[in-house]
């Protein structure tokens, strides 16, 4: 199959890497993934500083290497919620409990342009060790590292 | 992985065969597929006539056999949207675009009960060749056969 999927990636934390897992899975062995990664410009909305475009592109290719995975697959740019979505031929869209309401915006935009809706696939979100999700805001704000385990100086500086 | 889907199966149309095709494959050859389906009172509620529990449990195990998925799989009567869904441990729901909002629910209703929510994949309708949805509701009216030919007595009596 050919999978969608996107987001920040920064840090890489569980919870990407089991949104890429997921999708490697899906696509399977012979198949393709496409990994929009959000522009420097369209990250810089985000509410903690982020990491440069090529930055987080290599730490994404340094885990599909590690990890073995021989489907296809291309990181492009996203510089809005949708990139290529709305007008690419693929199967299925791999989204987290956020970001399946753009998914399901996705599905009724390609309906309006005449293309084939995709299917959509929702992981639930990683927890951490204090069963909150884990996520890049948290992680910058130095509460949780990137497996979600607590840090002794939670609630302080990022340090 | 360990798979939840649910239905009425009635016919067994391309839309159903989809839904459990995708059940098994994401459950891969060792997983293990929950089949939910809907209970002869509750599935009373369509408006047009339902084949027995029975007739429509043996069409969906002639269908598993069919395909040689090795994956273990049970059939469950349901008797309302949830069924077990709420209360056992599995890791995703197999849902259709029209039963999504279900799925969502579910979720909800797990976290309230301090279950783990579960992934959700939702496959688009199949089209029949008028390029509408394929439904049972559909095939019932004799519009269609249970691949989405259109059929030559359509808008007639399903004969």
Known sequence: MKIMVGGTFDPLH???RRLLARSF???GPDGRVIIGLTSDRFAGSKTH???PY???KAGIERFVREEGYTAAFEIEPLSDRFGSA???DFDALVVSEETLPV???INRLRRERGKKKVDIHQITCVLAEDGRWISSTRIHRGEIDEHGRLRPDAG???G
């Open 14 to 16: 569980d919870g990407h």
């Open 25 to 27: 899975s899906l696509a």
């Open 49 to 51: 500083p982020v990491e």
């Open 54 to 56: 090529e930055t987080r």
């Open 86 to 88: 709305l007008d690419l």
């Open 103 to 105: 998914a399901i915006e």
């Open 156 to 158: 302080t500086s990022a």
